[in-house]
């Protein structure tokens, strides 16, 4: 991500955790390095405002426009000046635009700006973070769960799944790899509903879906 200014991007980053939440992304690198984000510059016109202070001169700057270097514009947002055809243009005569130009045929990543931010986001899938985000997703569930049954964080609940036979196998490795980190967030590490206790205390118990697999999640005093 970037911005030239650092204080939005101090904003940015107080909000890095619900946004790595919200886009299920691992890592978010900000600067406001130009170079090092690759970021280029491009001018647009309203051309129906540029025409009327341009009138006969407004077909030689609509057709030489597109032609200005990236450093041109950028030195246009800081002098507020570009001769573009011969014409002096100042500051509100043009749009700069922000953005990252991404090699022909480069399918890893996608693009976007708001002619203020610009984003860059690697949209390879990596099977090492889809398993991660899987492990995320079922501590969402499972922290949802305690929520609707009222419980405090501070109580230790035993943490159950039942899936339907021949499915969930995907989920149940996931759960081995990330039992550290899950126990460590829900303070319990999910186990097969074959291994509970007869007579159980359950606290709550419904359907969850994750990733298409639907399954069985109860919470269960200890």
């Given at each position: 991500m970037?911005?030239?200014?650092?204080?939005?991007?101090?904003?940015?980053?107080s909000?890095?955790?619900?946004?790595?939440?919200?886009?299920?992304?691992?890592?978010?690198?900000?600067?406001?390095?130009?170079?090092?984000?690759?970021?280029?510059?491009?001018?647009?016109?309203?051309?129906a405002?540029?025409?009327?202070?341009?009138?006969?001169?407004?077909?030689?700057?609509?057709?030489?426009?597109?032609?200005?270097?990236?450093?041109?514009?950028?030195?246009?947002?800081?002098t507020?000046?570009?001769?573009?055809?011969?014409?002096?243009?100042?500051?509100?005569?043009?749009?700069?635009q922000r953005?990252?130009?991404?090699?022909?045929?480069?399918?890893?990543?996608?693009?976007?700006?708001?002619?203020?931010?610009?984003?860059?986001l690697?949209?390879q899938?990596?099977?090492?973070?889809?398993?991660?985000?899987?492990?995320?997703?079922?501590?969402?569930?499972?922290q949802?769960?305690?929520?609707?049954?009222?419980?405090?964080?501070?109580?230790d609940?035993?943490?159950?799944?039942?899936?339907e036979?021949?499915?969930?196998?995907?989920?149940?490795?996931?759960?081995?790899?990330?039992?550290?980190?899950?126990?460590?967030?829900?303070?319990?590490?999910p186990?097969?509903?074959?291994?509970?206790?007869?007579?159980?205390?359950?606290?709550?118990?419904?359907?969850?879906?994750?990733?298409?697999?639907?399954?069985?999640?109860?919470?269960?005093?200890?």
């Amino acid at each position: 991500m970037f911005h030239p200014q650092k204080e939005y991007l101090e904003d940015v980053r107080s909000l890095q955790r619900y946004i790595q939440s919200e886009l299920n992304v691992r890592d978010i690198i900000v600067t406001s390095e130009e170079t090092t984000a690759g970021v280029r510059y491009r001018a647009v016109a309203d051309w129906a405002v540029l025409g009327r202070k341009l009138r006969s001169n407004l077909g030689k700057v609509k057709s030489a426009l597109p032609a200005l270097s990236s450093d041109e514009v950028r030195s246009y947002t800081q002098t507020g000046r570009v001769t573009v055809a011969g014409i002096e243009l100042v500051e509100g005569d043009l749009v700069v635009q922000r953005y990252i130009e991404l090699p022909e045929g480069e399918g890893s990543y996608a693009t976007h700006t708001d002619n203020d931010v610009v984003m860059r986001l690697d949209i390879q899938v990596h099977p090492e973070l889809a398993r991660e985000w899987l492990a995320r997703e079922l501590i969402s569930r499972v922290q949802k769960l305690r929520k609707k049954a009222g419980l405090q964080a501070t109580d230790d609940v035993e943490v159950y799944y039942k899936f339907e036979e021949g499915v969930g196998a995907e989920l149940r490795d996931v759960m081995r790899e990330h039992a550290e980190v899950i126990e460590r967030t829900v303070r319990s590490v999910p186990a097969d509903a074959s291994e509970r206790r007869a007579g159980a205390n359950v606290i709550i118990e419904e359907e969850q879906e994750v990733s298409e697999t639907k399954f069985l999640l109860s919470l269960v005093r200890p």
